[in-house]
């Protein structure tokens, strides 16, 4: 079934289905990506986001696409504007996310058949990202409203698909999850450089395995929304 999936359709089932967004955050340019990113595959990922920010992020995202070949999605975060998505997606990008509803940046995802999940904090601003088209919503800063907060916006939208990014820990990961969101999101969660020094990939790949138990767990338990 999967396989008759379109990249967008592909990217929101995976999100779904894991429960998890991970992010990687490096502030200088690092030829050890590719083992972080394998590592979250190893650990059940299946879409690994890398920042705009980063440097040299477009020849990541190639390398990426090349060495997984499909197994894990690229997914472009922080992008600003139309021309950095664009740029983005020719370099393998599978998965467009901006902190903000950008209209332009949700034209070109979709001009692409790409995936796009755009940031939002407010009802007004789901609304809006709604009805833009994009695939699915990031809260942030999901500490902002807490968990809570996902409840209260599914009781108005209760087709929305709500992914908490920010302030989301592995102490509180099960109540967003049974609160309405439907993933969680997150960079030093998922990926600590000083935790990789000590303890190596290995880290990684057990983080991404612990929020992921924690997501299907707080499933079962998950009571009906309001």
Not at 66 to 95: H, M, W
Not at 97 to 104: A, G
Not at 127 to 133: D, K, L, P, S, V
Not at 147 to 174: C, D, H, Q, W
Request: net charge neutral; charged share 20%.
């Amino acid at each position: 079934m999967i396989e008759l999936m379109s990249i967008a359709e592909k990217a929101v089932y995976w999100t779904k289905t894991t429960g998890i967004l991970p992010a990687i955050k490096i502030k200088d340019e690092d030829d050890g990506i590719l083992s972080y990113v394998g590592a979250m595959l190893e650990g059940g990922a299946r879409l690994v986001e890398i920042t705009m920010t980063t440097p040299n992020a477009l020849k990541h995202f190639e390398a990426i696409a090349k060495e997984f070949q499909g197994e894990i999605l690229p997914v472009a975060g922080t992008v600003l504007d139309a021309a950095s998505a664009r740029l983005a997606i020719l370099a393998g990008v599978k998965v467009i996310v901006s902190p903000t509803i950008n209209l332009e940046v949700i034209k070109t995802a979709k001009r692409y058949n790409v995936a796009c999940y755009s940031g939002a904090f407010t009802a007004t601003e789901v609304q809006t990202a709604m009805e833009a088209g994009v695939n699915m919503v990031k809260i942030f800063p999901a500490a902002l409203g807490g968990p809570k907060y996902m409840t209260n916006l599914r009781m108005v939208f209760p087709e929305v698909n709500l992914i908490p990014s920010g302030g989301v820990s592995l102490e509180n990961a099960a109540e967003f999850i049974q609160c309405g969101a439907c993933a969680i999101s997150g960079a030093r969660n998922f990926f600590n450089y000083e935790m990789v020094k000590q303890h190596g990939t290995s880290w990684i790949k057990a983080q991404v395995s612990r929020y992921m138990e924690i997501v299907q767990e707080a499933r079962k338990n998950a009571p009906p929304l309001p």
